[in-house]
């Protein structure tokens, strides 16, 4: 990396890796992964029954989804919570056992009935997921990038999300939201509550679709990509 002419990265929190990594900040660009807004239909939010919480990606123990559990606890509203993912170790040295610990917990917490567990699930059934959900909850540790906060995002599902990955691209404001300030339960409940009207959440996902449409559509990225390209020089073929 120190060795090439420009380093392509996704989010802020890999702009920070290379940089300690050693890799000059001139050459850093921020280029983040894409997505297809079409495919991603608008979440529902139709303001009646249990607000619905939605986490999906790997149970691994750096996502901290024990947080999300003694959080869900302290809120008075009804809610209910679906857990999308298979565990799986992020390195060799990750002992297993987390998703029977987080079932455990649930159970010691008296919320077992309203936590979903459930299997990975193919694109179109995920995104059927983000679709009914109320809101998306994402306490993790690091992310180099985080699809799922993403997916989310261009659903139009408002993020309870720390700032890692994608998220300090997502979150900006108070029409977004912002990430959490630390890693209490207490404040993720209250980050919750805050996402129980309805009609927040449908202005928050709007602005949120919005964001995605400006800086994470395809068009976006092949564009940051040829001006990176022609930076150097290089013209992009006839083709584009």
Known sequence: MRGADAVVVSSQSEFRDALEFGVD???IRIIPM?????ACPPA????????RLLFVGRIARVRRLELILEALRLLEADWELTLVGGEEKTSSVTRGGYL???QSRARALGIEERVKFADPRPP??????YRAADLFIYPSRYEN????????????LPLVATAVGVTESLLVDE??????????PETLAEAVRQWEPPEKRRRAGAALRRRVDRFFSWEAVLKAYLDLYRSFGVEAPPAL
Not at 34 to 38: A, E
Not at 145 to 156: M, R, V, W
């Open 145 to 156: 990038f985080g699809q799922p906060l993403l997916e989310a995002a261009a659903h139009g």
């Open 34 to 38: 894409g997505i297809d807004l079409s």
């Open 124 to 129: 179109e059934a995920l995104s059927d997921c």
């Open 100 to 102: 029977e610990e987080l």
């Open 25 to 27: 900040r001139e050459k």
């Open 44 to 51: 529902e939010h139709n303001g009646t029954g249990p607000l």
């Open 175 to 184: 029409a977004t939201g912002l990430p959490l300030g630390d890693d209490r």
